[in-house]
């Protein structure tokens, strides 16, 4: 099937002087010098040791090596090892090994071959020699890959892509083993950028690329193969692109935020909205900055109800805030020299809002990583102290780290709408505990805790007037 769509039902000039935004700020809250510059890095983050807070693995294809830096809990880092390995072109973790850890996956090009190289955790945040597998024959440019179940076993699996047209299904036996096949070639057209997620509602992990001016959408079958279910137009690239799977308005049915690349000239946003089946319709266009970026989320930044969209790498940070219809906002833009594909995208102070954290270089300073925090929430390292800043809202944890459930004390100082919500260490919301208009005094509830997966979590206590929050571990 092939749909084309006519032009954009909304379009958008970004001009003028960045503003201010109540999300991020332009300078960074904490650095690290990189010796050197034009040095290619990227960048991964995740609990890899076992404090629970998170870390950084920095990928560096010009020493060709990566670098683990163990987080503090405050959105600062320690430098920790240093390990070797040949270009370091695109860097995932994940669990491969199902035992609770997470695992680096590195995909290095060198011509004429390309291989993944799985370095496995020992439990302590260090990583072992690496197990090796023929990588899918990639281009120098580009190795992005994605780390999902494809069929359905219970190991993870990678999707890739070579930008001649092809795409990879690389199936894990859980040792750190590959064996590449390939699903997909696309109608004789580049592919730019790749994502995955399940845009049709049916439980399994579905591919959706960046073609030559359109998206195409490969649905699963359930068993790692995959069926095209169409091309949707809207838009023209001649650069790699990026796109992000989530919810942007309403209806509770897979979304896409896309920044493909050139279009017309410029570097433009898109939103797709999905009809729940695989379909997507384009809903809006925003003329960007003049940027390509290699890597989008969708996620409510700004803690409004709404997810909105964030784009890294490739020059530049842009956060676009999302109003529950799809529509997206120009918010923030931090611009640098192209040196940095990914970023580090999670809960760095584990305070309940999504931080991030990348590299740059502003000449004539020095190349550095950079870490950038969430100004929604305030609260450093996720325990704010027992009052707000009016002296009087109070949050407590009864048990920490709690196993089973643990009663929550919280006092009000008046009457108000209050909420009582969870988050993770992506900074995503996991449940709301309570909600309502409650009364001023003491008050308890009971944190059930028994289908929360082992980790860091942040409850977040919101009046209209303030806030407090407190970290929980897991275990």
Not at 9 to 25: C, H, K, N, P, Q
Not at 130 to 153: Q, T
Not at 236 to 262: V, W
Not at 371 to 392: M, P, W, Y
């Amino acid at each position: 099937m092939r749909t084309t769509l006519l032009l954009p039902a909304m379009t958008l000039l970004i001009a003028g002087a960045v503003r201010a935004s109540e999300v991020f700020s332009m300078e960074p809250d904490w650095t690290y010098p990189v010796t050197g510059l034009h040095i290619p890095l990227r960048i991964a983050a995740a609990c890899i040791d076992e404090d629970a807070f998170p870390d950084l693995v920095v990928g560096n294809t010009w020493l060709d090596n990566f670098t683990v830096f163990y987080g503090i809990g405050d959105g600062t880092f320690t430098l920790g090892e240093e390990y070797a390995s040949t270009s370091p072109d695109w860097i995932e973790l994940a669990d491969i090994d199902n035992d609770c850890d997470i695992d680096l996956v590195l995909r290095t090009l060198i011509n004429p071959t390309d291989s993944i190289a799985v370095y496995f955790n020992d439990g302590t945040g260090l990583f072992g020699s690496p197990v090796k597998s023929p990588g899918p024959w990639g281009e120098k440019d580009f190795a992005v890959f994605c780390v999902d179940y494809i069929n359905n076993d219970p190991c993870l699996d990678l999707v890739s892509i070579r930008t001649s047209e092809y795409v990879y299904a690389m199936f894990g036996d859980g040792t750190g083993s590959f064996t590449s096949e390939l699903i997909f070639t696309a109608e004789d057209e580049p592919i730019y950028g790749i994502n995955c997620g399940d845009v049709d509602n049916d439980s399994d992990v579905d591919i959706v690329l960046i073609c030559w001016g359109r998206l195409c959408v490969l649905l699963n079958d359930g068993d790692g193969s995959f069926t095209s279910n169409g091309y949707y137009e809207g838009f023209a690239n001649e650069d790699h692109g990026s796109l992000g799977i989530g919810f942007l308005d309403s209806d509770d049915l897979p979304d896409i935020a896309t920044m493909p690349g050139a279009s017309y000239g410029d570097y433009s946003v898109y939103s797709f909205l999905g009809d729940g089946t695989g379909g997507f319709a384009v809903f809006g266009w925003w003329i960007d900055l003049g940027i390509a970026h290699y890597q989008a989320s969708i996620d409510d930044y700004d803690l409004d109800g709404f997810n909105d969209a964030f784009f890294t790498g490739g020059g530049g940070n842009l956060l676009m805030l999302g109003d529950g219809t799809g529509n997206l906002q120009f918010d923030y833009f931090n611009y640098y020299l192209s040196y940095c594909q990914t970023a580090g995208v999670i809960d760095l102070d584990l305070d309940g809002d999504i931080d991030y954290v990348t590299a740059s270089h502003h000449s004539p300073d020095p190349f550095r990583i950079e870490v950038f925090l969430n100004k929604t929430i305030q609260t450093g390292i996720g325990d704010s102290s027992t009052e707000s800043a009016n002296g009087s809202l109070f949050l407590e944890i009864s048990e920490n780290p709690v196993s089973v459930a643990s009663e929550v004390h919280f006092f009000l100082p008046v009457s108000a709408s209050s909420s009582l919500t969870v988050y993770d260490i992506h900074g995503r919301e996991m449940d709301t505990i309570l909600e309502g208009i409650l009364s001023a005094g003491d008050h308890s509830v009971v944190w059930d805790v028994v289908d929360y997966p082992t980790g860091c979590y942040t409850l977040v206590l919101r009046t209209e007037t303030a806030s407090v929050s407190r970290r929980c571990i897991r275990i």
